[in-house]
Structures are given as C-alpha cells and as structure tokens.
C-alpha cells in the first residue's frame, strides 16, 4: 500500500497532489505528501482527508500523537532540521530525501492507527435509544 506521494519541482500544478489527496479521503487514510526541494524536503500531514465525524476524537488523541511525532524526530533531528505539531498539521521540515521517505513511512503508522483509535471511539459513542 502507497503511504505518501513525492512531489518534486518536476510536478507541475496541483494534479499529483490533488489526485493523492482524493486517493487518501476515498481509502479513508493519512494525507502524507513529501515536497522534495534539491536535498531536502517538507514531509507533512494533514487530516483534511478524514470525515469531519472523526476529528474530535483523533483530536483528542493529540499529546499521544505529539510523543510519537516528536521521538520520529528525534532520529532525524540535525542543525537544520524543524517539526511542527498541531492538532491537524503535522510538518517536518529540511529534511533529506532518504529521510524524508522513511519519516513519511513511520507518520503514516502514528497517524492510520490514532485514526483506527478514534473511528473505534467514535463508533462506541452510541445515541440512547
């Protein structure tokens, strides 16, 4: 299974992203892209892709998320490397190819099993009948 899609300047326009994008809310799984710049590159993700019904409860799983974002990080980290965690974007910034693809392969995990853990919370929360 694809877990991200690179997108170098070659790319021309939206279309590769935009066609990842609908690839990723159609199959119900992270919005991971890589913007390839030379030698380094942004990995981020976006939670665009989830249906709005979910974003409450694969918010609140926020911090767990941040822990494992942040020791992802942690093996990467260099002088000029950054991270940026938010509550629906998450972006790792100048980081090199190479890394860049392994990065997107361990985001992808975090965040399709918060996402499991969140669609699983929010099928439990039942209206009373």
């Known amino acids: 299974m694809q877990k991200f899609v690179e997108i170098t300047r070659k790319d021309k326009g939206f279309d590769k992203e ?8 159609k199959e119900n799984i ?3 892209t890589i913007k390839a ?4 590159a942004i990995v981020q993700w976006d939670y665009i892709t989830y249906p709005p019904d979910i974003d409450d409860a694969l918010f609140s799983l926020h911090e767990n998320i941040k822990v494992q ?7 990467y980290i260099t002088e000029s490397t950054w991270l940026s965690v938010g509550l629906g974007v998450i ?3 100048n980081i ?13 995990d975090v965040i399709h099993q918060a996402a499991r853990l969140a669609m699983a919370k929010n099928q439990d929360v039942q209206p009373c009948v």
């Open 37 to 40: 710049r030379s030698k380094l």
């Open 69 to 75: 974002v942040t020791a992802i990080y942690q093996s």
């Open 96 to 108: 090199e190819i190479s890394a860049a693809r392994d990065i997107a392969l361990e985001l992808f």
């Open 18 to 25: 935009n066609s990842w994008f609908g690839f990723c809310q």
């Open 91 to 93: 972006s790792f910034g």
């Open 30 to 32: 992270p919005f991971i």
